[in-house]
């Protein structure tokens, strides 16, 4: 019986997935605190409080995210493009194409079946099309970034944003917000601006098979269905993970090949 | 003859008045939400200060992002045309005219007959405009009018790694939180800035005298990071507010304008 876990550090929230035999145990996702080492600690407090186990049973834990290199307990750090891929892979084993939006960036990307890495692009240099983007919007809307994608739903008549740039669309919202417009019509022109610009990455990677999202941008059903009519594909869904917590899965996936692949494996 | 250019731009709005040649008056305000609001109020602070009338001016060419707007105008021009014209009768040695506005930043090529031969612009991205100082001023609390000479005190080169502002924002209310000096980061920004506008000057290829034009070019920080990142010494333009050359220009084309309508009466 080998328990492992994996712990994924990003801009804006901070995941850990701990594993046993392949399958989730415990879990937990925060808010990211200034302090990359303060936030990976928590949150893997709080996992191992969930799964009702202690860090001395994890027998090998790999850290991947923006901070990677600053989580004091790890045995090792990946890249979260490996991380993603691999997480990808075990929530949608059929995927080929992963699209993953972070808080600060968007990768786009095509796996194999072992959810290794082919093609791949990443705009981390813009914040639009990113994570950032939709958390700008949120703040000037004065809501959720959770309650985004359903505007998307409600709206009558979205409004378009003519910029791509963050700030000169950020302008736009203001004031589209001060003529009054409906905010549901707002938040789906936000929502379609965003997915307008992750089609560039997806496209650039020249999609096929199975499309699968990750990050927690993957919640937003109002992105996911433009984006859908955009790149004119659909994308996967599963229940049986958190798509935010991809990166963390295969960061656990990670590290128990690497028990297994020592030999280390007692049972 | 009295002739005027009104510029109205994203963030201020101008007027100059002009008398056969010589500036009579100019004035600038922050713009208003609605650009003719902006027109109309610069172009009575103008007249006021000389004591003349809408109806005792010739012919008014207007300018700027909300040039389409001014309701009081004869004719348009572009800014680049205005810039180039303006900077071209107050130096007529110049060749090149960077202007950073407040939501672009152009670069004009001269001809020798001060004619535009080559320009380009970014208007697509903040980063590299006025605005990006704006957002940052704001995050360091320091008035944007007192970052230039604020960053002058700057004793420790930082560097910023992100151009998009989004980014910079964040990464400079890190340096904040690091205990960095407001000075330092404010240097290492114009320079941020001064690299991004440097590369699209430079795509056009950049032939001395070069000047920069706009309300940046008041600021010294960025104006010498833009000479340091040019490898130009650039020239300031003598006794004229860089921040009225696009409503200097476009008096300077309304005077054109108008000797050429009173030849065909």
Not at chain 1, 26 to 32: A, D, H, L, Q
Not at chain 2, 33 to 51: C, F, H, I, W, Y
Not at chain 2, 163 to 175: D, K, P, R
Request: glycine share 10%; aromatic share 4%; net charge neutral.
């Amino acid at each position: 019986m080998i328990i492992v876990a994996g712990c994924d550090v990003g801009s804006l929230t901070s995941k850990t997935i701990i594993m046993k035999n392949r399958k989730i145990i415990g879990s937990s996702i925060i808010k990211s605190k200034p302090r990359p080492g303060d936030s990976a600690e928590l949150v893997m407090a709080e996992a191992l409080a969930s799964a009702g186990i202690s860090k001395g049973d994890i027998e090998y834990c790999i850290g991947t995210g923006y901070g990677r290199e600053k989580i004091p307990f790890v045995n090792e750090a990946v890249s979260e493009i490996s991380c993603h891929g691999k997480g990808a892979r075990w929530m949608m084993p059929t995927a080929e194409t992963v699209i993953d939006i972070g808080g600060q960036d968007c990768k786009t990307m095509k796996i194999d079946k072992d959810g290794n890495i082919g093609r791949f692009t990443t705009n981390d240099k813009c914040a639009s099309g990113t994570g950032r983007f939709l958390e700008v919007m949120a703040k000037v809307l004065n809501v959720d970034i959770d309650e985004l994608g359903k505007m998307s739903l409600k709206a009558k008549d979205p409004v378009t944003l003519a910029s791509t740039c963050t700030v000169w669309a950020q302008a736009d919202v203001i004031k589209y917000v001060n003529s009054g417009v409906p905010i549901e019509d707002i938040g789906a022109g936000i929502n379609t601006a965003m997915a307008g610009r992750v089609a560039i990455l997806v496209n650039a990677v020249k999609p096929e098979g199975d499309i699968f999202m990750t990050g927690g941008v993957a919640k937003n059903v109002g992105v996911l269905t433009t984006l859908e009519k955009i790149i004119g594909k659909k994308i996967k869904k599963t229940r049986k993970a958190d798509p935010q917590m991809a990166g963390a899965i295969g960061a656990a996936l990670l590290s128990l090949d690497k028990v297994s692949g020592n030999g280390r494996r007692t049972k | 003859m009295i002739v005027a250019g009104c510029d109205i731009g994203s963030l201020t709005a101008k007027a100059v008045i002009m008398e056969n040649g010589k500036v009579l008056s100019d004035a600038f305000i922050r713009v208003k939400t609605r650009p003719e609001d902006s027109a109309n109020e610069v172009m009575q602070m103008a007249l006021d200060k000389v004591g003349l009338t809408m109806d005792e001016i010739d012919y008014i060419v207007g300018t700027g992002y909300g040039r389409k707007q001014i309701p009081f105008v004869d004719g348009v021009e572009s800014e680049i045309s205005c810039h180039a014209k303006g900077a071209f009768k107050v130096m007529p040695s110049v060749r090149m005219v960077i202007d950073i506005g407040g939501q672009d930043a152009k670069a004009t090529r001269l001809d020798d007959s001060g004619m535009v031969a080559r320009y380009i612009y970014n208007d697509k991205c903040a980063s590299g405009t006025g605005r990006f100082l704006e957002v940052m001023a704001e995050a360091l609390e320091v008035p944007l009018e007192e970052i230039g000479s604020h960053a002058a005190q700057s004793k420790e080169k930082l560097s910023i790694s992100n151009q998009c502002v989004i980014f910079a924002e964040t990464e400079v209310i890190s340096l904040v939180n690091e205990g960095k000096e407001t000075a330092d980061i404010l240097d290492a920004l114009h320079h941020s800035l001064a690299k991004r506008v440097a590369s699209l000057a430079r795509s056009i290829e950049v032939n001395e005298d070069v000047v920069m034009t706009g309300g940046v070019a008041k600021n010294a920080g960025v104006f010498n990071a833009l000479s340091e990142a040019l490898n130009v010494k650039m020239k300031s333009l003598d006794g004229v507010d860089p921040q009225i050359m696009g409503a200097l220009g476009a008096a300077l084309f309304a005077e054109e304008r108008s000797d050429a309508s009173h030849k065909v009466v």
